[in-house]
Each structure stands twice: as structure tokens, then as C-alpha cells.
């Protein structure tokens, strides 16, 4: 894979056309269904406007039932996740096999319409968007969004200010939804607070690694070493991937289990990034027992 070719790859050509289709209004009352095919709109570089690629979703979706005939594309889209996330940056021009698409109603017919019509849709996922994908704490279970359709693989890429980034590919039906953008916030967070806080750079904690981007800084930032840890097996097997694809082979530990049972005696720094909304008490409690400096991202 060649990151900076991805990175090019999103970015419109100078013949793309942009179109702008009403979010309020239903879409019935706005675009001919019968003109909706997957090169309706289509740029001779490949690319679609994105509310065009939305509208041939909506349309589908509407067709199936699965939504009212008077569906809006603010009220009744699926929630589309780019296969390919590059920081900041939103395509607003879509290319093939790019999107994974995420609602609470699709179904296995659907999905065969959706992978088999819409050029640009790469997987289809049943799910609603306020679960959560993953094991919230030690209590609870982990959980999927079920593929219907496609593959899920979904790679983000962040700068970051050592002048590098970093690469997470993750599941998408298995890993809690955070775009590249929120990950790159949560490393800003993590590099002024080291720097604000003149924290050594010897042993620090990733306490709840997840795809371990944070980890993976700290060892970019020339940390000594990084213990990664994370309750859930399936996180544990994403970050080796992931830490393969950031070229790194030592200066680390990986462990599995929950963090209040974690014994590595005393660190420089430890780090809490956990579901938002989730109780942290005994874990920071934990923290600062073990830990110079304690950072809550």
C-alpha cells in the first residue's frame, strides 16, 4: 500500500463537477429515479459528487422500503464511512469501492442492490451508529456491527508535529467508529501535554491501546519503551497489524486483559483514552497509584 498514492487519490480532478442536492426536502421531489445508475454523474476520472453518490444510496433505500417514500437525505442516510481517511480531509468527490455504509435497517437484499448498483460502495453494515463496536469495560461483552455485504477494512492516516504520520487500518463491524481527524486531536492532546509537562521520556502505559495510535506516537516520540494494553483479544490482534504497518519491531509490551489488573510496577506516563461516557474512577485511580504523570485523552 502507498500512502501518499492513496492520499493523491482523494482529491478531485479539474473537470469534477460538483453538484448540490437539497438535505431537507424529500429526495422523490428532487432527481429522477430512472437517471440513477452507477455512472450517472460520473467524472472521466472516476470520481462522483457525493451528494450524487448519497442520492443513488437514498434512492435504493427507498426503493427496498426500508425508509419513507418521502425520505430526506439529512434525515434517512446511512452513516458513510470512508474505507480511506486521510486527517482532516472529506472527499466531496467519491471514488469506486470507498465507502462503507452503516444503518440500523439494512438488510441482506439491500446490501446485494447497494455492492451491485453503487459503484463506490465497498462494504454494508447493520448496525446503528449510537452502538457501540468493540468491549466498553471489564463487565461487558464485546460486540460487532454484522457485515451484510463487502469488505470492512477501513485505514486512517494521521500527521502528526514529529513531521511523520501514522498508519491505523482497523475493522470496521469490530472497532469503535473515531475518522482519522479525532485520532489527530487526541495526539495533539498527548504531544503538548508531554511537552507542557516536561514528562521523561522512559516507560510510559497506553492503558486502553485500542488500534494503539497513541502507544505507537509515544514510541515515534522516542519513548524508551510502551506497554500497550487493552481488554478486548480482537484490539490486541488489530495493533500488531498496525504496528507492523508503522515499521516498529521493539520498544514495547503487549498485554490483554483489564487495566486495573495490570501489574508493570512504577512508569513515567500513563495514558486513559476511554469510551466516551464510560466510568474512569478506578482506572485513573489505578493510574495515579502507578504513574509520575497521568494524561486523559
Excluded: W
Excluded at 430512472?34 to 470520481?47: F, I, N, Q, T
Excluded at 475493522?171 to 511537552?195: C, F, G, P
Excluded at 490482534?237 to 509490551?253: C, P, Q, V
Amino acid at each position: 500500500m502507498d500512502i501518499n498514492e492513496r492520499i493523491n487519490s482523494l482529491s478531485e480532478c479539474e473537470k469534477c463537477q460538483d453538484i448540490q442536492i437539497k438535505k431537507f426536502s424529500p429526495l422523490k421531489d428532487l432527481i429522477n429515479f430512472d437517471d440513477y445508475d452507477g455512472d450517472y454523474m460520473r467524472c472521466e476520472c472516476g470520481k462522483r459528487p457525493l451528494d450524487i453518490v448519497m442520492s443513488h444510496i437514498l434512492k435504493i433505500m427507498i426503493e427496498c422500503e426500508i425508509v419513507p417514500e418521502k425520505a430526506t437525505l439529512r434525515r434517512n442516510s446511512p452513516v458513510p464511512l470512508s474505507s480511506f481517511y486521510f486527517s482532516s480531509l472529506n472527499p466531496q468527490f467519491i471514488q469506486e469501492k470507498s465507502l462503507i455504509l452503516l444503518h440500523q435497517d439494512f438488510t441482506p437484499e439491500v446490501a446485494s442492490r447497494l455492492i451491485e448498483e453503487v459503484p463506490e460502495v465497498a462494504c454494508v453494515l447493520n448496525g446503528s451508529p449510537r452502538d457501540v463496536a468493540g468491549q466498553l469495560n471489564r463487565d461487558s461483552s464485546i460486540s460487532h456491527f454484522e457485515i451484510l455485504e463487502g469488505d470492512d477494512t477501513q485505514i486512517n492516516v494521521m500527521r502528526t508535529l514529529l513531521g511523520d504520520k501514522i498508519v491505523l487500518a482497523k475493522s470496521q463491524s469490530r472497532h469503535h467508529i473515531e475518522v482519522a481527524m479525532t485520532t489527530e486531536e487526541k495526539l495533539l492532546r498527548l504531544h503538548n501535554y508531554i511537552d507542557n509537562n516536561n514528562v521523561k521520556k522512559g516507560t510510559a502505559i497506553d492503558a486502553m491501546c485500542g488500534l494503539g495510535a497513541l502507544g505507537i506516537y509515544l514510541l515515534k516520540y522516542d519513548f524508551e519503551k510502551v506497554i500497550f494494553n487493552d481488554i478486548n483479544p480482537e484490539m490486541i490482534e488489530a495493533l500488531k497489524n498496525n504496528l507492523e504497518l508503522n515499521d516498529i519491531s521493539d520498544g514495547f509490551e503487549i498485554h490483554n486483559g483489564p487495566f486495573e489488573d495490570l501489574d508493570v510496577g512504577h512508569v513515567d506516563l500513563c495514558i486513559i483514552d476511554a469510551f466516551p461516557g464510560e466510568d474512569i474512577e478506578e482506572i485513573t485511580k489505578k493510574a495515579e497509584e502507578i504513574a509520575d504523570n497521568v494524561v486523559i485523552i
